[in-house]
């Protein structure tokens, strides 16, 4: 099992930069394909950035997509959230998560937040314009 911890979060202006991390547990981080998703207040859920295995597939959702960049660290077990030019939209909890299941790189899989196991318990990013 998996045990998810993020970090960084915290309250910034529009346009600043945040990067977020992910610290795992276990010995098998890097058979998981890693997740950030996001919860907005009154929204559901929803995909922000996913990083495959050794982190040479990533992929984002548009809303994110220019600005985000997810990238991984298999040998510290932890996968990170660089978030540029921010904007209040982009005001959420967001959350990492690992897919222990995944054995292909598949965009209706790493999207879909039911794919996976693990979740961290989330870190506030809030954004004032």
């Known amino acids: 099992q998996a045990q998810l911890a993020e970090s960084g979060g915290g309250l910034v202006q529009a346009g600043d930069s945040l990067r977020l991390s992910c610290a795992a547990s276990?010995?098998?981080?890097?058979?998981?394909?890693m997740g950030w998703f996001r919860r907005a207040p009154g929204k559901e859920r929803e995909f922000v950035a996913a990083i495959s295995w050794s982190g040479g597939r990533t992929d984002y959702a548009d809303s994110v997509k220019g600005r985000f960049t997810i990238s991984r660290d298999n040998a510290k077990n932890t996968v990170y959230l660089q978030m540029n030019s921010l904007k209040p939209e982009d005001t959420a909890i967001y959350y990492c998560a690992a897919d222990a299941n995944a054995d292909v790189w598949d965009s209706e899989w790493y999207t879909s937040k039911s794919q996976y196991g693990y979740w961290g318990q989330g870190t506030q990013v809030t954004v004032s314009s």
């Open positions: 276990g010995r098998t981080f890097s058979s998981y394909v």
